[in-house]
């Protein structure tokens, strides 16, 4: 942060509303997407809009990751070499925000009403523009986030406040399962009562990407004279020559690919493996967040006590027993209801959700003002975006293979038992070799070196003022 001001807290839940609005639409593609384009054979009755939608789903969503993961570096290096009276980052929010909440709704409306390729092209279509709205937007969002803050303590409580209105977003998100239910039971077919949910959260979500974009003046706090002029290769290049930044990269990439089979079969785990009704799958998601937030105060102080390393530790070796527990759901539910080890998983996982929520974010921070400080290059955006970069390209795979695996022995191409209990197995090997680069990440080193820097900045900041 080089600005003339301190970002207050009223600031920086104005800043977080980008995020908040995030959780309404990408939780509409995240959560329910492909619940409706790969419908459950047995709770279900929404049409098969695209044909072997296992396969060819998979390959759509796939393919438009990894378009997503190519535009994120090119973007990150437009916005780090921008030059704009506004600052490098609002300028691309401003653009970005109407495109990405449009978008993600119209790829739920495809023209033809029963099975056909042109819905396939349809959905891949939108969800390319969609992808492409998101990167405009989230980008430059991310770096903002990073460089409004300098101190590495301070920069966890502002992901606090950001997850914590991201996951109460997200919250009400999960409901839409309960809302399709009310309006289903109201007279209102399944299709319409979805897309009337995605509508609403659509609009929502808009209105709060609208926040900083309207009350957060860049300039205020942060000044031109740190802008990057390397080229795209150089700065993407530079990002991972630091061991620190792989080992983070490869750490919390890992831990994604377990974290995209988890919300990938979560409402699956929930109907097809435990036969519940979708409205367990709100109620666990609020048990997850209630918890999750209140323990926002206590991950803030461990991780200024012990540091972000054993936090992070601590959550794989939490996720791991999820999803051995996943896999013998049988043996578990001879002994409790479904409905309790439902709940107990919900449970288990809130602490270690928030953990992971919260730490990887203000860790990338971390180390793209060590960067800074090492270089006097602010490459925050570019930092990011080869997180990103990476983290994308294997989202794509571990999509394209979930929706695959869900619906493995399918005869018309909806989830199976065998299917959904067989994304645990790939998320388990995640989780174990995300928690050894995880340990192998110098949190305290980085830290370290950021406090020093503040420190003689301060100091150089009071002699100066002394002098005058």
Sequence with gaps: MDGTKQISTKKIVALSCG????????GIIASYLMVFFIPSESTSALPAFIPNAGVVFGIIYGLSIVWDAITDPIVAGWTDRLEHKDGRRIPFM??????????????????????????????????????????????????LQAEVVNDP???????????????????????????????????MEELAAYRLVFVAFAAIGLLLMMVPVL????RDYVTSYTRCHEPLWKSLKAAFSYKNFVFMTLAY?????????????????????????????TIIAAITIVLGVASYPLINKLSAKIGKKPLLVFACVAYILQFIAIWFYQAIISVISPAAFAILIGVVTAIPISITNILPAAAFSDLAQYDFICTGQKRTGMFLASKSFILKLSDAVVVSLSSTLITLNSVDGKATVEGVRATAIPALIASIVCLVFYALYDDKGITAKIREYNEKKKAEEKETEISE
């Design 94 to 143: 401003r653009l970005a925000f109407i495109p990405y909440a449009v978008c993600a709704v119209l790829i739920f409306f495809p023209p033809v009403a029963g099975t056909s390729a042109w819905n396939a092209v349809w959905v891949g279509v939108f969800l390319l523009l969609y992808y492409a709205a998101s990167t405009l937007y989230f980008i430059p969002y991310s770096s």
């Design 215 to 218: 009350t957060i003046k860049e």
């Design 19 to 26: 995020d908040a609005g995030r959780a309404f639409i990408y």
């Design 253 to 281: 990439l890992i831990m994604w690919v377990a974290m995209t089979f988890f919300n990938s079969a979560q409402v699956y785990y929930v109907t097809t493996l435990l036969g519940l009704s979708k409205t367990y799958v």
């Design 153 to 187: 303590q301070k920069r966890v409580f502002l992901f606090s406040i950001n997850c914590g209105m991201y996951v109460l977003s997200s919250a009400l998100v999960y409901g839409g399962f309960s809302l399709v239910d009310v309006l289903q039971n109201a007279g």
